[in-house]
């Protein structure tokens, strides 16, 4: 079809997530046809992020600089949002209601994918509160059986500080019909009503 350089980058882009083979053809063929617009900055972009981007020792976020520019910033609030992955964190941020700092586990307890306490990020968690100055730890993982069970684990291993151990609330979605929503999400509605 087209040489052996684009069936490497179609097949590149088709390991990303969301994107399959046809998807990745899509992209590749207009990055191809604007070179100097699309092509050459989208690999400066991607050779500068490769040799810049690092994880932060503090929180396990992505930046050019560590510490991060969240764990960095000596305005936020003395409470620690506790999330799966960067991406939680990013979509916390995108949504300007959180001004605390963060931990990344980089997972959560999952028996069947073999996945313990021991692969989650939680030494440098218990650390940070044992430096102090941290009043909160909001548990925001997933309503999943693993995130259940993950918040379980770490709030058994945060009752020793002297910190307030919060969950983020879950239940009916805004423009959420009832009539639709399962049983589990509108019973953790009701018990968790304000």
Known sequence: MGGAELENLIGLFSRLPGL???SARRIVLKLLREKEHGLMPLADALRAAASSVRT????????????CAICAEP???LRICVVE???DLWALERAHVYRGKYHILGGTLSALSGRGPQDLAVAPLLKRLEEGGIEEIILALPATVEGAATA???TERLRRFSVLISRLAQGVPIGGAIEILDEGTLATALRGRT
Request: negative net charge; hydrophobic residues 25%; glycine residues 8%.
């Open 75 to 77: 305005l936020r609030e």
């Open 56 to 67: 932060c020792t503090v929180c396990g976020n992505l930046d050019s600089s560590d510490p």
């Open 85 to 87: 992955n960067v991406a």
């Open 20 to 22: 399959g083979p046809r």
């Open 152 to 154: 379980h684990y770490l």
